[in-house]
């Protein structure tokens, strides 16, 4: 850790927020990031604990997510999945081996008395990711979504059911009584931090989790340091997932400036992209860059955007 | 099930006593055979409920198990195995992925609150296992064994070490509490039960086990039809596995005879192979056969042996 060193949280989500944290990593070195993670996707099945945002953020950081997809792992097989399914085994949430492999250990760890945190960094480790990725927190937080067809535990919703239900309301089940993990607080409070970033995740369903712990919403609104947040809304549309589809059931016109609004209490600055330049010319806080991510080169020219706006930004602060 | 219905159940191990049952479910109709199956070897591991000889005689029944081993799967792949590995997970105990498929489906079924008995008879079906296959008891009943290197748990003996310490004593944890599985007290107390066949499973670790549940020992000694045992020792040496090196650490020469020695509260009669016929020239409880199962024919000629000698002997007892 260096004199000069300037640490950077970014908070993530699953396939959107990993391609962004995956160019910080590219652009800043491993002891100035930590990626705190939503874990209000995070569900048992099967016996095993899976962390689908956690996953999909350390499997593309180490390189290994599968392309296509954003998520799992490449070069994936799947023995145990079509197995399970000839014994009449559950079979609506894919399972690769690889991905197994990690579910089973993080049990494993998990029941030895191990943090989430822990079992987290050691999984890192293995697979070779050096930032820090970190569970928003340590306790159970777990978002169940009110709809049509009723009460629905997340993944029942959001893999099961493919998002078709029509959305009323979400419920961040543990929010209130959980406190961030020990990284995060730690990072957010530490004197070399020079902003937050909040990649292009949903809002609704990988932000909002992270927000419900009081103890975020809180620090984000008290920090001195610039907060951003990239919009993961491109010309009314989501890149990826059912952001739009949500916002249009929540009664919200699904739009980059709604991204502003929605996290007004602690936000200095939206990315927005290039297609959704015109919203800049009337509101200040949004900054147009070329959001869409496919490949590493345009990961790590976001990241530098960001850490560019976080340097300006902060230049008017202090 | 016919009036003119006999029913025999086998007590069974692993590979030898599986490769019996596998005979016996050649020869006789499905609904005549209950195969009462160990699970003192049965252990928790990386969160999976691993039953090491419900599933060898499941898959040997299904004609799915690995044909050199003896037990595991044929067709079998292991990437979670390799993923483990590779992040630093336990790895002394193979497990393939498709079995990996059938403890995780039995976990969640146990979880759910099931008996091992129910789940047992669930995945039998959809393997397409006829036979009645039934835990000896629906119990926890654990192998504890006393070494020159301690105390241990079964697997950490049998597997991790490779049987290599020097083995004192065995100590079956929950025999004493533990109770017949319904389907096997029901067997036993039918009035179409024509004999029981204990396999040739190792006498100590397999089959003492269940002797330990008192209910069966006592059952077995009450019983009027036929009780035989065929023998996993030929000519001094077990067929597979560690039986006459542990008969040696035990004090024991390792003979066919022992066999009717450690059963001899309620044996009838003892199957021999060949290679041991000099045994029945003395004793009377000794009959000889061709014992080495290799072939799906030998099986099958076995347990004909098996059920010829039981009707002899119950005319004798008749």
New interface residues.
Partial sequence: MSASRKLYVALSGGVGGAKLAQGLAQVLPADSLVVAVNVGDDFDH???TICPDIDTVLYTLAGVVHPQQGWGRTD??F??????R?????SWFLL???D???H??R??LL?QGLTLSDVTA??AR??GVDAAVVPITDQALRTMVETDQGRLAFQDYFVRLRCEPKLHALEFQGAGSATLAPAVRAALAHPDLAGVILCPSNPYLSVSPMLAVTELRERLCALTVPVIAVSPIVAGEAIKGPTAKIMRELGVQPTAGVIAELYEDFIDAVLIDTADASLATTDKRFVVAHTVMKTLEQKAALARECIALIERLGLRVT
């Avoid at 023995?79 to 399970?84: K, P």
């Fill in positions: 099967l016996g095993l994936e097989t023995g145990v999945f079509e197995e399970l000839r014994l009449g085994g559950d690769g081996d690889r197994i492999a990690l089973l250990l049990r494993q029941q050691q999984l293995k697979l």
